[in-house]
Structures are given as structure tokens and as C-alpha cells.
């Protein structure tokens, strides 16, 4: 990609300017935008949607999932304000480690306000006008440019935003590309991306006859009602036993649902909703790179049809969904992976499965690795981990472009290999690396440090007297 061409930078005036520019205000950008201006800094966050939240409000992602770590929830201080909030909200409705998407997105546009920080709406980052990089010292470095602004694609054109540190929460890397940094993408071997899902609720259901119908089938670790606690669960999964199977396997063989429904799918509770529901589903294994547009295009024009017949199935065989409806469908698609940016220190499967604890530790995590659609991925011989300390934990370093000298990644396009990634990319631990790169990036403007300068041990002490309760 030619990052210099498409734009016309001598034909845009300075419409907005920042010390810190966080681009996407998804679980990582909000978060870095917040933990930045809590930091003093002049913060500006730019959203290419009309909300902030990412794929936990638009793709309807939840819950949050957990690091499965002893005495959890080992978490970054802002995810304990959030999660402080969701609980304040609905009181005895509350369901552990989840949330109602809405409301997700309206508490991190408030912890915004209250924090100083200008939110940019509808705008996406388009363009990434480079400069010769500088050092601490102010000598001129062969090795490395720097960003000085970037073009935003607005309703009414291309808008210039200028900034001192950049921080790259896109989901996709999308600044960090412009910028011309190195990255990669897909499984080592046959370099496809996991499976993209279209997220979906249904409301207008009776959850006690669903919970009665679920019970009976006697796998609570599959079908269950919630009652005991954790919420109303269901799942069907290709290489996973479930009582729910033969449901789905007779709808499959009389033609009222296709057979890709059953290579994944999982229903989940929504607190506060009284009669509604959540699916993780559909998934398409077959429509990979959330980069291509066409992609994109068939993901939601097939989901859509999914999801439809999927209503006529539970409405068919499961009861409690006699006056069932479809009361949201994701507006952005559901994304695992993508681009994964080249930082100064990439995090490996070995480190994930070995459970490799760091200098500058600014998330720790025991969340499994979670490759959909991946095969032939590991040897037989895997470390045996650390019982003592039975979980790994993300470097400072995994957040430093490698590339561009004051630029920050944070979110799943961080410097992780693919299988590392699909373990880190659950939503708290992009809370804790969303909140690491902000405080980084107000450490550096306030001071002529680098990112890349900057000793990660400093960030994970900030993050601890900020509430982070790690070890």
C-alpha cells in the first residue's frame, strides 16, 4: 500500500488537534483514551461508528468472558470501574462477567465525559501523513518515521487530525498499516484468518418453560436454565458432546436448519432482559478476512438469512419461543482476528501455553487457546506451565509499534502470533492493554520519551496504583 498518494495533505487544514490521538474506541480505545486523560493528557478519541464500545456494542459481544486465574478477576482499575457500574445498574439482576451491550456502551461514553476526553463519532481513519522519526535526543533516526497527523474520512470529506503519540485500537491495525508498519495475518501455515460470526438477539421469550426444557435434558454444562446461577446457557459445538445435538441434528435432516448451524453455536443470558436472549451464531468458516469488503458484504447477507431461519427452528423445537422475535442483529460483523502488528516483542503460543511471566506485566491471563477452525497448530510436547502461578502475562513491549516510533497498539492487533492472539483477544484483557497503552501515551507527552523508550515496569506500576489488582 502506496500510504502517501491518496491523500492531498498540502489541500487539508488542521481540523482537530490532540497530544494523544486514540483511533477506535472499541474495548481497548475507550480505554485508552480514558486511562491517557486521567493521566492529563489532551486526548482525542476517533470512532469510525456512531458509538463507542466496538465489538462488545456493535457485534453484540458478550460476556466478557474470564482470565481464569485464581483469585481472579485480575483486572486493570478501569475494568473495575465499568464492571462497578453494570453492577450498581442491575443490582440482583446482575450476571458475572457479562453486561447488557446498550449499556456497556453508554457507561464508557460517561467515564469518557467525566475524564475530559473529545470523542470524534463517524469518523475513520483513512490516511497516516509520516514524517522523519526523531530521538529523545532530537537527532534525526534513519530507522524509523513518526506520525504527525492522519486523515479521517468524514460524511462531508477527508478531514486532517494532528497529534504528538498515536495509539492504534482498530481492531484491524487499520492506523498502523497507513503508517506502513510491518504485520501479520492468519494461520502460519495456510494464512486464513478465524471465522467471522453475525451475533444476534431474540426477545419475546418465556425463559422459565426454556429453562424447564433445558434442565430436562440432564447437561447442565450444555443446556441449563441458570437457575443455580451463571445465567441461562445453551451450547452446540462440532467437537463437543451436547445433549442439545439430536435437536439439531433432526431440524438438519428435515430441512428446517442448515447444517452449518451446528458447527457452532451458543446462547447466552442478557442481564436486565427478562425475556431475551443472546446468540453467538452464526459463524462462517468460509468468510475469514475482515479486511475485504465483499467479505463483509456476504458475512451480513448470509448472517442475516441465518438468523432468520433460526428463529423458525427455535420456534419449532425448543419451547418457550412460541412469540419469540429477532430484537437485534449486529450492526458490525464478529471478529477474531486479522492484522497483527509487528511490536517490539511479539507474544508466542510457548509464552501463552507455558504460562511465561514478564518484565512491565500489563495484563495476566489463563484463558485458554481459542482458534476456531484451526487444525495442526502445536507438537505433542507443550510446556507444563507453572502451577504455582498458573497463568502467562502480556508485556509492555507487546504494545510498541516496532515500526513507527510514537505509535501504540493496543486490542487483538497486538504483537502476538496467531495462536497466542486468539488467547488474548477476550475483552478484559484488551481493558488492561487499552489502559497500559493510554498510560504510556500520556507518560510520552508529558515528556520527550518514546514509547519504545519507556521501561514497561513504569506503565504496570502506574496501572497497580490506578487499581490494577495484579500479582
Wanted: charged share 25%; with cysteine.
Amino acid at each position: 500500500m502506496n500510504r502517501q498518494d491518496c491523500i492531498d495533505w498540502n489541500g487539508l487544514e488542521t481540523y482537530l488537534s490532540a497530544e494523544v490521538i486514540v483511533c477506535g474506541g472499541g474495548s481497548a480505545g475507550a480505554f485508552a483514551a480514558i486511562a491517557a486523560a486521567r493521566e492529563g493528557a489532551d486526548v482525542l478519541l476517533v470512532e469510525s461508528q456512531g458509538y463507542l464500545g466496538g465489538s462488545a456494542v456493535g457485534a453484540l459481544v458478550m460476556p466478557y468472558m474470564t482470565v481464569r486465574v485464581p483469585g481472579e478477576p485480575r483486572c486493570s482499575g478501569l475494568h473495575n470501574e465499568l464492571d462497578r457500574r453494570i453492577r450498581e445498574y442491575h443490582g440482583e439482576k446482575y450476571i458475572e462477567n457479562s453486561f447488557d451491550p446498550v449499556l456497556h456502551g453508554i457507561f464508557l461514553e460517561q467515564m469518557c465525559r467525566e475524564n475530559g476526553v473529545r470523542i470524534l463519532l463517524h469518523g475513520c481513519v483513512c490516511g497516516a501523513k509520516m514524517e522523519e522519526g526523531m530521538s529523545m535526543e532530537g537527532r534525526e533516526s534513519a530507522k524509523k518515521e513518526r506520525i504527525c497527523a492522519v486523515a479521517v474520512a468524514c460524511r462531508d470529506g477527508i478531514r486532517k487530525i494532528e497529534g504528538k503519540i498515536f495509539v492504534d485500537c482498530t481492531g484491524d491495525g487499520s492506523l498502523s498499516v497507513l503508517a506502513g508498519a510491518r504485520f501479520e495475518a492468519g494461520h502460519p501455515k495456510t494464512k486464513m484468518n478465524q471465522p467471522m460470526s453475525l451475533r444476534y438477539f431474540v426477545d419475546g421469550v418465556d425463559k422459565e418453560v426454556l429453562g424447564d426444557f433445558l434442565d430436562s435434558l440432564g447437561d447442565p454444562d450444555n443446556a441449563r436454565s441458570g437457575r443455580a446461577g451463571g445465567g441461562l446457557f445453551g451450547c452446540v459445538v462440532e467437537k463437543r458432546d451436547s445433549a442439545l445435538k439430536p435437536v439439531f441434528r433432526q431440524a438438519v435432516a428435515r430441512g428446517d436448519l442448515w447444517e452449518q448451524s451446528m458447527a457452532y453455536w451458543t446462547m447466552f443470558e442478557i442481564p436486565g432482559r427478562k425475556d431475551g436472549l443472546a446468540f453467538n451464531n452464526p459463524e462462517f468458516f468460509d468468510l475469514t478476512d475482515a479486511c475485504d469488503p465483499l467479505q463483509l458484504t456476504q458475512l451480513q447477507l448470509r448472517g442475516r438469512a441465518f438468523i432468520y431461519k433460526e428463529l423458525q427452528f427455535y420456534k419449532k423445537y425448543f419451547k418457550g419461543f412460541e412469540n419469540a422475535y429477532i430484537s437485534a442483529v449486529s450492526v458490525v460483523p464478529g471478529i477474531r482476528e486479522s492484522r497483527r502488528i509487528h511490536t517490539k516483542y511479539e507474544l508466542t503460543a510457548m509464552d501463552v501455553l507455558g504460562q511465561r511471566k514478564c518484565r512491565g506485566c500489563i495484563s495476566q491471563c489463563n484463558y485458554p487457546v481459542d482458534v476456531h477452525g484451526g487444525e495442526g497448530l502445536f507438537r505433542e510436547e507443550l510446556p507444563k506451565g507453572d502451577p504455582e502461578k498458573p497463568w502467562y502475562e502480556i508485556p509492555y513491549d507487546c504494545l510498541v509499534s516496532a515500526d513507527v516510533e510514537n505509535l501504540l497498539v493496543a486490542g487483538r492487533c497486538i504483537g502476538a502470533d496467531f495462536v497466542a492472539q486468539s488467547s488474548v483477544r477476550i475483552q478484559i484483557c484488551c481493558h488492561s492493554m487499552g489502559e497500559a497503552a493510554g498510560i504510556a501515551a500520556a507518560m510520552c507527552a508529558a515528556s520527550r520519551f518514546l514509547p519504545g523508550q519507556l521501561d514497561g515496569e513504569a506503565v504496570a506500576g502506574r496501572m497497580k496504583e490506578q487499581g490494577a489488582d495484579f500479582v
